[in-house]
């Protein structure tokens, strides 16, 4: 059975950095894009980025190109979105996927709340 | 980046009912487009593939269509537990974008 089991919630104040995880299992997990997306309190989905676990090609989108930065460790089968200097408007649900064939979206963690609030 | 414009916003129907949610691309995206069902307080899931191919063991109450920019969701006979938010997904070009959702209710 596919699972991605993401960290726990966190409340951050701005300035601060902050690492959640995520992690896999029930596959093989160097061969599937592992992607990261943003959803704002009460907003939609905005996908931020991926990585590919084998080579640790990544790829960011525009918007979030420079604002965090995606990593994998494939020796422990996980996922990283990592902040160096976090805002108030970071405050969101994140959740990660795997995405099959790059394109879908088929399986999810079950999101990590970051609260950043001075 | 392409956007995704899904309408309505929101909608209110009864259970038994046929919901139609549309989805318009700003440019051609041929059938590249995935449909996702977000239940309150709960990750999204993945409904529907390459426009119109149903993920594995979703029900046959919910389907696809379109090509091109304009693209249709419809729930056959609307249920209690389909109250979601649902979003469009494009992956013709990079970045991979969702349109803004469609909050589906029980009148």
């Known amino acids: 059975e596919v699972q991605l089991v993401q960290s726990g919630a966190e409340v951050k104040k701005p300035g601060e950095s902050l690492k959640i995880s995520c992690e896999a299992s029930?596959?093989?997990?160097?061969?599937?894009?592992i992607g990261w997306v943003r959803q704002m309190p009460g907003k939609g989905l905005e996908w931020m980025g991926n990585i590919y676990p084998a080579d640790s090609d990544t790829r960011y989108s525009p918007s979030f190109q420079g604002q965090v930065t995606i990593s994998a460790d494939k020796s422990i089968t996980t996922a990283y979105l990592q902040w160096t200097s976090l805002k108030a408007s970071d405050t969101a649900m994140y959740y990660c996927?795997?995405?099959?064939?790059?394109?879908?979206?088929?399986?999810w963690g079950q999101g990590t709340l970051v609260t950043v609030s001075s | 980046d392409i956007q995704m414009t899904q309408s309505p916003s929101s909608l209110s129907a009864s259970v038994g009912d046929r919901v139609t949610i549309t989805c318009q691309a700003s440019?051609?995206?041929?059938?590249?487009l995935n449909w996702y069902q977000q239940k309150p307080g709960i990750a999204p899931k993945l409904l529907i593939y390459?426009?119109?191919t149903l993920e594995t063991g979703v029900p046959s109450r919910f389907s696809g269509s379109g090509s091109g920019t304009d693209f249709t969701f419809t729930i056959s006979s609307l249920q209690p537990e389909d109250i979601a938010t649902y979003y469009c997904?494009?992956?013709?070009?990079?970045?991979?974008?969702f349109g803004g959702g469609t909050k589906v209710e029980i009148k």
């Open positions: 996927v795997r995405q099959r064939n790059y394109i879908e979206l088929d399986f």
């Open positions: 997904q494009q992956y013709d070009k990079f970045p991979l974008m």
């Open positions: 440019q051609d995206i041929s059938k590249y």
């Open positions: 029930g596959y093989t997990f160097a061969n599937y894009w």
């Open positions: 390459d426009a119109s």
